[in-house]
């Protein structure tokens, strides 16, 4: 199956408001999913025979900046048996307030790899994800303060007495 081919496919089984829009320009074209529905379509896309997407190959929370104060998650799929391969992207807009994190649903119940990936992403940029297993930090401490790859994070000058900056 192709871009186009996968974009029906999912319109139909999904409904229209799945598939909000699509990206083309880049190396690979990406599907832009309503992010409430991203289980659902992880789900199809990997059950169906058609395609057969049985492997997420990258997770990856994005920061699109201040200025639009939006976050997103771009999803690597790749069919193995179909070598093929299909970008999705969600993202939703956030006031930045460290209280109140974007949140998108967990897709660990599709991909069990989503665990880590979700993870990294919760720690770096502070992205909640709904429905995950345990979701807590993977490479900063338990008690670190903010998420180093948000766009507007200051990078603290101590951490428990250490010189880090």
Request: contains cysteine.
């Amino acid at each position: 199956m192709n871009f186009e081919d996968i974009k029906i496919l999912l319109t139909e089984k999904l409904g229209l408001e799945v598939v909000t829009g699509e990206e083309t320009s880049g190396l690979q074209p990406a599907l832009l999913i309503e992010p409430d529905h991203i289980a659902e379509v992880c789900l199809e896309l990997r059950n169906n025979p058609n395609t057969y997407f049985d492997f997420l190959s990258s997770l990856s929370g994005v920061d699109y900046g201040t200025a639009t104060n939006r976050f997103g998650v771009v999803y690597h799929l790749a069919s193995i048996p179909y070598q093929t391969q299909l970008t999705l992207k969600i993202s939703k807009e956030n006031n930045r307030d460290l209280n109140d994190l974007p949140t998108f649903p967990s897709i660990t119940s599709v991909y069990r790899t989503a665990d880590w990936h979700e993870r990294e992403a919760y720690d770096l940029v502070g992205i909640f994800f709904k429905g995950h297993p345990d979701l807590r930090r993977i490479l900063l401490p338990d008690d670190w303060e903010g998420y180093p790859l948000r766009k507007d994070y200051k990078t603290a000058e101590y951490y428990k007495g250490i010189k880090i900056d």
